[in-house]
């Protein structure tokens, strides 16, 4: 099994900044790709950015030039730092680890955007 443990979020305003993390511990060396996603209210969870184990990064064109997803491999940990934020960012963040036959998610962390 694989656990997902976030940290980072917080209240920011517009145009601030916030990093979000995301530590893996478990089966580690059975992640395939790895990603965060966000949700809300009255809406699907929807893909923010992913990176895959070979290092192969993706953004979604909402968040490009603002957002980076990156990690750390000595840490277990993949970290979304997000700039220029905007209220739509507003939202929970959860981390995703996808595996040959299973996916695991965190349990969220609140991101606030104010204007």
């Known amino acids: 099994q694989v656990q997902l443990v976030e940290s980072g979020g917080g209240l920011v305003q517009a145009g601030g900044s916030l990093r979000l993390s995301c530590a893996a511990s478990?089966?580690?060396?059975?992640?395939?790709?790895m990603g965060w996603y966000r949700q809300t209210p009255g809406k699907q969870r929807e893909l923010v950015a992913s990176?895959?184990?070979?290092?192969?990064?993706n953004v979604v064109n909402s968040v490009k030039g603002r957002f980076t997803i990156s990690r750390d491999n000595s840490k277990n940990t993949v970290y979304l730092q997000m700039n220029s934020l905007k209220p739509e960012d507003t939202g929970v963040y959860y981390c995703?680890?996808?595996?040959?036959?299973?996916?695991?998610w965190g349990q969220g962390t609140q991101v606030t955007v104010s204007s």
């Open positions: 990176i895959s184990s070979g290092g192969t990064t």
């Open positions: 478990g089966r580690i060396y059975s992640i395939q790709a």
């Open positions: 995703n680890a996808r595996m040959v036959d299973s996916v695991r």
